[in-house]
């Protein structure tokens, strides 16, 4: 019963991309368009807009990130952690590649490919803001959209359910200090306090409220209705948070936009190409463990998308809403569905080179 229930929640998670986040590259290369627009035709609204801040966090784009994460954070069952100790290996496969690996080589590919290949393309100090942003992203590996494409690969409901519980409560303690260590590595001095006080603010606190939703309302209303009804409700609150932040921050991003098109192509390649290798690390890890495809493919998903909500939010906390940081981050947005849904059909293409699926 327990199984039917989960995998209800997942048909929900599978209908909500087949708009909004299906076409999710096209909202944002418009929102991009409009966002550059304003700011070169109505410059006053940025301009308004920035005075809202509070320790480089602008209230507007702040309200709006609690807007995407917290829809998503009630989604995460925690009671499934319970199961972990059934069939671990899994788990290890997904906490390695994701912190143990994925850190690591978005810090090589990306300096590689920002110093080096494009070093005459790039001017030294936009390369290391750029590289800023894809450190940010590197740190932060999927949690909710994985539901997405779990389901679209027909994943393990239960299993994938812990591994994004467990992903989250390593995200709280381990995010931080891999930022730390790499920005401070390239060369970028990281206030401490700015950083734990953005995990804090769009990690620790609607995590906590989702948790207390999804408990409230289903103590009260039971979890059928939680699912199937109060769910669905905010089915379309992520995205259109998402797409007005991007408005917004395109608006204070279009000079540099503008006077470096190039660069959103340049950034793309170095990002693209750690979603696939991250995604093939797991992949091929699970095909070698002999997990069954139902595991492994959730696996591979969840390390090779991001969390750019969270990266986003840091980029704006740390550096403002109008630095190329956060520019390097919204590229990430740009190719997160267009490239994960090859690796849907990778995924899909391939489930012979795994054993039959085995119950949680």
Known sequence: MQKIKIKR?????????????????????LCMIAGILIGKFLPGIPDFLSKFEYAKVSIPIAILIWLMIYPMMMKVDFASIKNVGKNPKGLFVTWITNWLIKPFTM???????????????IPPALAKDYFAGAILLGAAPCTAMVFVWSYLTKGNPAYTVIQVATNDLIILIAFTPIVVLLLGIGGVVIPWDTLI?????????????????????????????????????????????????????????????????????????????????????????????????DIAAPAGMIGASNFFELSVA????????????VLATIVGVLVEVPVMLTLVKIANGTTKWFPAKKDL
Do not use: C
């Open 197 to 293: 006080l953005s995990v804090v603010l769009f990690v620790v606190i609607p995590l906590a409220g989702g948790i207390a939703t999804r408990v409230t309302v289903i103590k009260n209303k039971g979890e059928e209705y939680f699912n199937k009804k109060f769910i669905p409700k905010f089915n379309n609150v992520t995205i259109g948070g998402l797409l007005l932040t991007l408005i917004i921050i395109f608006s204070f991003q279009g000079d540099v936009i503008i006077k470096n098109p190039l660069h959103i192509l340049l950034i793309a390649i170095p990002l693209t190409i750690q979603t696939f290798l991250i995604f093939f690390i797991a992949y091929l890890a699970s095909m070698k463990l002999k997990l069954s495809h």
């Open 314 to 325: 840091v980029a704006i906390s740390l550096f403002g809403a109008t630095s190329p940081v």
């Open 107 to 121: 810090y090589a590919i990306a300096w590689f490919f920002l110093f080096v290949i494009f070093k005459s393309l």
């Open 9 to 29: 929640v997942f048909l929900q998670e599978a209908l909500t991309i087949g708009f909004f986040e299906k076409y999710l590259t096209l909202w944002v290369i």
